[in-house]
Structure formats: C-alpha cells, structure tokens
C-alpha cells in the first residue's frame, strides 16, 4: 500500500506524479516494512562448529575408525538385545560423509541419520558387503519391525543389496541403490517379522523393491528397475515408474495397490553439501509439479554463511533471534527444551533438523509457529508434548493467507509424538493437537503423529498422555504424501479445507477406550461438510481395542458427495475386541474377528453437493500475530484503491481503468475482488493530498513500530479483566467447537445463547472440561447446563470421560 502511494498514476495520460520528498520516504517506509525480503547478515562461520553428535568422515580416514565410532552410537540406540533398544533413547547422532568411497558396514539405529555431502548421491559410495542398513529391532518373536521407528539415511550410493526394515518415522531418501532394495527382514528359524512402514522417495532401484511383510508403504517419486514384490494391504506408489498397476483389495497373490503416475506438486527435502575448500551449502530443491521418477537437482544453494547452527543447549529465544534476522537454521542432533515456538516468518526460510531433533514444549506452548509466508521449508524434526498441555505442537499461520501454488510451504520428515519417553504414573503429558494447518498451499511429504500406546513405563491405558486430534487442516490446497496417526482420543485427521489431497493414509484407532468412544462418533479420517472437494488415495483405519469391546460406525466420515472420491479405503481389524462397521460412511462390512481386512472398492452413485456448511473460523492462537489480518482490514477499511484488476488485462476500456473493490471473505479473512463499474480517477488537491499521505505515514509507522516490537520482545499480553478473560476463554471454546463439527458448534452456540451472556466462570468451566477430559465443548457445555454451571460431583471424570476411571494418581484439584 505504502509503494502504491509513492507513485499514483493519472487517468488522463498515464504519466507518474511524484512528490519526491514523501515519495523518498514512502518507499523507505516500504522497504522496511518487507521484512521477509531483507537479506540475512552473512555473518555466520564456514565452516560450522559441528557439536559432538555430529560427525565428519572423509574417505581417507580408517574404516576401523568410522566403523568404530558407528557402532558406539549403535550400541546405544540399536540392535535387537533388549527387543527395540534405545527406543526412547536421550542420544541423538548424525553421521555426515563427504564425497569419496568407503568400505565400511554402518548399521543405523534409533535417532541417528546417515546423510551423504555429494552433490549427488553418486558422489558418496558404500560399497561394503552391506553398506548402510537397518535392521528389524525385535528378533524374538513376528514382532520385527514394528517398533523401528526413528531413523533415515539420505543422499548416497549403496552399491550392494541395500536392507531397510523399519516401520513409521525412518525415510529413505535421495538414495540410489544398485541392487535390491528390501524393506522387510527374514530371520532364520523365526521368519520374516511384521512392519509397519513406511516411506521411500526420490529413490533408483537396480533390482527390485521387496516389500515383503510390509502392511503398508508409500514410495514417492521413484525409479524401480526390477518392478516390486511383496507388501499386505495398503501400498501406494506416487509417480513412480516400474510401479505394479493398481489393484483395489488383494487377490491373485497381489496386496491393494494404489499407483499415480505423477506427483502433482512437490519438492525435495533440502540438504547438506560440501566443497572441496570444506565450505557447507544448504541445497534447497525447486518446486516441481506434475513430476515422474527421481530428480537429484540441487535448486538454490545457500552457503552456511547465511546458515544458524543451533545447539540443543540453545534457548528458544537465541534461535528466534537468529530466524528473525532472516538466517536459515540448522538444528543440530539433541533434545531442545523450548518455552516458547520458533518462529518462522520469513518467505522461503528454512528450518532442518539433523539426526531426528527433538523439541519439545516445556510450558505447554507450540514448539513451531510458521507465519502467514510462503516457500519455507521444516524438516526432521521430532516435535513432543511436554507435562504443561499444549493447544497445538505446530501451527502454520492464523487462517488468512490462501498461500501461493508456485511457492508452496513444504513439511519434510515431520513428526509427532504425545507420550513415550515419560512414565504416566509420574508425570503424564499432552496436547490437544499435534499439527494444525491454517494457511493455503502446503505440502507434507512424510508426517507420523504418534500419541503413545507404549512408552518406557509399558503399555499406555485409560486415556493417559491425552491427545484429541493428530492433524486438523483448515486451509485450502494442502498436499500430503505419507501420512500416518495413531491412537488420538478423538477424531485422528479432521480436514476442513477445500481441495485438499492425502496419497497414502495409514492410521489406528486407540487401543485404550471403553465404548464411549464409538458412542461419540469419532473416526480415523474425517472430511468435514464444509468441503466441496478432497481427494484420497489410500486410505487406511485399523483396530486393536486391547481394553475394552469398542464398536465404531465408521473408520472414515466424509460428506456423500465426496465419497467417490476416495480410491481404495480400506478397514482393518489388527487384534483384540470390538469392531468397525464400515469403512467409508455406510460403505462397506465389518471388520472383526474373523474378518480382518474389508476395502470399498464399488463406487456409489454420484451425488450432487448438498449446502455446505460454513469453514471453521481462523484459529489463531492465544498471544499469536496475527498481522496479516490486520493488515488486511487495514486496506478493506480504505474502500475501492484504483488501478487495473490483478487478474485483468489492464483495463480494456476507454477513459478509465477497472477498480476492484476490495472486502474481507466471511470466516477466513481473505481478500476477495469484485469488479465494480468504471470509475474516473482524479487528482486531489495538494493539502488533501499531503495530508492523507502524512497520516497513511503515521500508520504505517506506527504498524511497523507495532511489528518490530513483536519480533524483540513477543507478543504484548492481554489485559487482565474479566471482559478479556470472557473473549479469550470464549474464542478458545467456539474455535475447539468449529474445528470438531458445524453440528457441535451449533449445539455450543445454543447454550451460549440461552438467559444472559456466560461469565468467564462458565466459560472457564467449559473450556477445562474441554480440555481436561476431551470432550466436545458442546458436550461441556451441555454438561455445565445439566450441573447449574458448577463442576458438581455428578460432572466427575469416571461419569463424563470416554476411558472410565482415571489412573490412581489424578489429583482432586484437577476436577
């Protein structure tokens, strides 16, 4: 706004008036407004300060050396004595090697990566007897690999047959494989195990890919000379070429398979090079579209001068101080204890970590806050609840920015987990949501958000280390490859956004829920009425409930007009109790004992959309920016601006150019344009002139004043009065409401409604019944209605939560 000031154009003969002292101002008023366009200082080492979990080798160094110091690692977080050895490991490691050849065998184990410096994985050769591999973590028994979780290797040559038996969390990528590749483990005398997997991409296979006893597995964008053999229910193949025709259900010896030819938007997971000087480059890939095969291109390359290395020792605010002066940051193999998020809000900034880096919420705060920008790039890490419930583990923008097509946001190698590491009879953690999208043109490319049905104190029962949702997308045009939930105590996936896509889904409903949970109407994917286009490819909800005999409706919900739209849905009962009735709303029978797999392969009958209900509001998180909204009713309250539609040709008609008048979208805060009648453009007098463009300058000041305060010191706290607490306890709950269903929403909004306005008492109550228990806030509020607006005995957690009594060690005051 402030640069179409600087320079207006008259009507009459096109020519540009200028005022030069306030244009000179104006346009330095714009050019420190656009933060995102200020270059970063260039002032970092190159090379890095690499910590002690990191290490270098080159190829001249002894095998025995770097074999030695592989095996360390490993024998701290791998191999199979105990079963799954250091699977909830404090150690984390990555292994960096620079271009040459190496004989060496490195076995690859929990929290560690193995990551090639090349500029193509060509230039880092193994080419030992195994080279790099990873084995199944439970040899005793058809456990195998179902507990491999938490690894990846990127960026190199195996030159042997290459081993890769892991389920959830442990990608391959960037890798060229001159023989077979296999993703499963045969063990002598005990046979091949069961996994769970899994994710390849940007991959060539000499041989073939052996799937083996993988349930399920996604293989994005890859090269399959010898074609594929082996998988069980679900595999999906995303422009991969040697990929088998798919197939819905099994049959003739084939598992249900799921093959696109191309990959409609993607790029590659950015990552790490060297020069022959030993200076560090981030390579981050190009936005592709439409794509088959590999592509092992580097796209732009940042050296590490413009690159923060951050150390886990590192506070929240040394790193954001790092990300608000426009570095890239690289996160270094460790656990970063975080009392507030990272910030990313730059266009096209990137935010990587190395040997699975864990953060994780200390203070119940989202551990990764992505503004209102496009192009930025987060990938692998490991984002864990901490003891203080968060709302949300990672919220990209505020749910005003459509985002842009040709410069998407990418989430690589993102996951979740709510329980695990922490012992529930001590010290339970949680949190509400695990990842919530908001902004437009997002893709995720390999997302496992996990709440614990096992951690280090055994099983996980009766609702402890609670978690409502593992992902909620309300933005429009999101994107995922890859994506698994697990044991979420409501909903597991719930997407509001228009034309959304999901290419592989694989997912379990909670192991520890009584019948209340069937009761509630929760399900493994739901696709809410807003909608009016989603597609799915894959899609897949199991069932273990190990505790109590659950009946559920349905494993996915989605309105009737969209349900052709899923291709190849399937159920799937694992073990233990209970039943899913039907696959995709009243499609398809029960799965059970005795009929452990059921897929919807019959199309319905087309039908037409019915009303589509309103999107859910923008859920901006309490304390948040929320500039860009701001921003945008700053221009909708100046009214029609003058000059050509963007989407026009300029005008077209004589004497005048279109004015497009400008107006905020109900319920998302985006511009819309309408063209309105032609209108003639004329100059205004001088003092009129100068006047409003002194006060235009006074705002603008005053915003970017407003803006840079929030980036030094955060954001500015809420006055404390009952009328704020009443706005903020209320927005929480109609927004918790929204993101469940319009139904619930509307059932919260009559309460609400009924006698005088609720104080922030009963607001209060619903929002901790919400929260403390998991229940919609219809049912709180319907609750509080019931109770006089007291928490009552009868309002007690035995007769209100979905998992019966509570463990021993809930505290009275938490009622």
């Given at each position: ?7 207006f ?9 200028q ?15 656009r933060?995102d ?6 002032t ?7 910590p002690?979990?990191?290490k ?8 025995a ?18 079963s ?10 990555a ?7 190496y ?29 790099v ?8 028994d058809m ?6 979780f ?6 190199f040559?195996?030159?042997a047959?290459?081993l890769?038996a ?5 990608p391959?990528?960037?890798?060229v ?25 940007n ?28 998988g ?33 938007v ?6 790490i090079?060297i020069d ?18 590999a592509d092992?291109?580097l ?24 990300l ?12 970063y ?30 551990v990764?806050?992505?503004?209102n ?5 987060i990938?692998?890490v ?43 009879a ?7 949501f ?7 043109h997002?893709?995720?490319?390999n ?10 104190a ?5 609702g ?10 309300n ?16 909903d ?27 009761d ?9 009425d807003?909608?009016?286009?989603h597609?799915?490819?894959?899609v897949?909800?199991y069932?273990?409930?190990?505790d ?7 494993g ?11 291709q190849?849905p399937l159920?799937?009962y694992?073990?233990?109790r ?16 005795g009929k452990?797999v ?17 999107s ?14 701001n921003?945008?009713e ?6 029609p601006?003058p ?10 008609r ?42 235009v ?19 500015m ?6 009328e704020a607490?009443?706005?903020?306890f ?6 918790d409401a ?5 139904a619930?929403?509307?059932g919260?909004?009559?309460f ?9 008492a ?17 049912d709180?509020?319907?609750t ?5 607006g007291?928490?009552t005995p ?10 019966g009594?509570r463990?021993p060690h ?5 009622d």
């Amino acid at each position: 706004l402030v640069c179409k000031l600087a320079l207006f154009q008259s009507p009459s003969d096109g020519m540009l008036v200028q005022q030069a002292p306030l244009s000179a101002w104006l346009l330095f008023l714009c050019f420190l407004s656009r933060a995102d366009v200020v270059a970063a200082s260039g002032t970092q080492p190159n090379p890095p300060t690499w910590p002690a979990s990191v290490k270098v080798f080159s190829p001249s160094d002894d095998p025995a050396y770097i074999e030695a110091k592989v095996r360390g690692a490993f024998a701290s977080n791998g191999g199979d004595t105990p079963s799954d050895h250091g699977q909830f490991s404090s150690s984390r490691f990555a292994f960096l090697f620079r271009p040459g050849t190496y004989h060496v065998d490195v076995p690859v184990g929990y929290y560690t990566q193995v990551l090639g410096l090349g500029a193509s994985p060509q230039d880092v050769v193994f080419d030992a007897r195994r080279g790099v591999y990873s084995e199944e973590g439970d040899q005793t028994d058809m456990g195998g690999a179902l507990s491999t979780f938490w690894r990846g290797v990127e960026n190199f040559r195996n030159t042997a047959s290459m081993l890769w038996a892991v389920s959830q969390a442990a990608p391959l990528r960037r890798i060229v494989v001159d023989k077979d590749l296999a993703l499963a483990q045969y063990v002598s005398g005990l046979g091949m195990g069961y996994s769970s997997g899994g994710f390849v991409a940007n991959v060539q296979v000499g041989g073939k890919l052996l799937a083996g006893s993988q349930q399920q597995f996604c293989t994005r964008n890859a090269g399959l000379v010898g074609g594929v053999q082996g998988g069980v229910w679900n595999m999906v193949f995303v422009g991969s070429s040697g990929a088998p025709s798919s197939h819905c259900g099994q049959g003739e010896g084939r598992p249900g398979i799921v093959t696109l030819d191309a990959t409609p938007v993607i790029a590659e997971k950015p990552f790490i090079t060297i020069d022959v000087a030993g200076r560090y480059f981030l390579q981050v890939p190009d936005t592709r579209h439409d794509r088959v095969g590999a592509d092992f291109g580097l796209g732009a390359s940042i050296d590490f001068s413009s690159v923060y290395v951050a150390h886990p020792e590192d506070t929240a605010e040394a790193i954001n101080e790092e990300l608000a002066a426009g570095l890239h940051v690289v996160l270094t193999p460790g656990i970063y204890n975080l009392d507030s998020p990272l910030y990313v809000q730059h266009d096209n900034q990137v935010l990587l970590g190395l040997g699975l880096a864990t953060l994780v919420s200390v203070q119940g705060n989202c551990v990764i806050y992505v503004g209102n920008i496009d192009g930025a790039r987060i990938a692998g890490v490991l984002l864990q609840a901490g003891p203080f419930k968060a709302e949300v583990l990672l919220q990209w923008g505020d749910g005003s920015h459509l985002g842009d097509a040709q410069n998407p946001g990418f989430l690589h190698d993102v996951f979740a987990r709510v329980g695990g590491p922490n012992d529930p009879a001590v010290e339970e953690v949680g949190a509400n949501f695990m990842v919530r999208l908001e902004s437009g043109h997002i893709v995720g490319d390999n997302l496992w958000l996990w709440r614990a049905d096992h951690g280090v104190a055994g099983l996980v029962r009766g609702g402890a280390n609670p978690c409502q949702t593992g992902l909620v997308v309300n933005g429009d045009d999101v994107t995922i490859y890859g994506l698994a939930v697990e044991h979420t105590l409501g909903d597991l996936v719930q997407w509001s956004g228009n034309r959304g896509r999901t290419f592989f889904y694989q997912s379990e409903l909670p192991y520890d829920v009584t019948q209340a949970y069937g009761d509630a109407g929760y399900v493994g994917y739901r696709v809410n009425d807003s909608v009016a286009e989603h597609h799915a490819f894959g899609v897949g909800v199991y069932h273990f409930f190990r505790d109590f005999d659950v009946v559920v409706e349905r494993g996915i919900a989605a309105p009737a007009w969209l349900a052709n739209s899923f291709q190849s849905p399937l159920s799937v009962y694992l073990t233990g109790r209970g039943q899913v009735l039907h696959v995709l709303n009243d499609r398809g029978v029960a799965t059970q004992e005795g009929k452990q797999v059921e897929w919807s392969c019959v199309l319905g009958p087309d039908v037409p959309a019915g009303p589509i209900a309103d999107s859910p509001p923008n859920a901006v998180l309490p304390g948040q920016p929320s500039a860009t909204r701001n921003e945008l009713e700053f221009l909708a309250a100046l009214g029609p601006k003058p000059g050509p539609s963007s989407e026009g040709d300029g005008g077209g008609r004589s004497g005048a150019a279109p004015s497009p008048t400008t107006s905020l979208r109900s319920g998302t805060g985006d511009l819309a344009t309408s063209e309105a009648e032609p209108q003639v453009v004329s100059i205004v007098p001088w003092w009129a002139y100068t006047i409003g463009v002194q006060t235009v300058v006074l705002v603008c000041v005053g915003v970017y004043a407003m803006r840079l305060r929030w980036q030094l010191c955060g954001p500015m706290a809420a006055p404390a009065t009952a009328e704020a607490d009443t706005l903020r306890f209320g927005s929480g709950v109609l927004r918790d409401a929204l993101s469940r269903s319009p139904a619930s929403a509307r059932g919260t909004l009559r309460f609400l409604s009924q006698g005088s306005s609720p104080g922030p008492a009963r607001l209060r109550g619903i929002s901790a019944l919400t929260r403390t228990f998991s229940l919609s806030s219809a049912d709180a509020a319907r609750t509080l209605h019931r109770d006089g607006g007291a928490l009552t005995p009868s309002a007690s957690p035995a007769a209100m939560s979905p998992f019966g009594a509570r463990s021993p060690h809930w505290k009275p005051e938490d009622d």
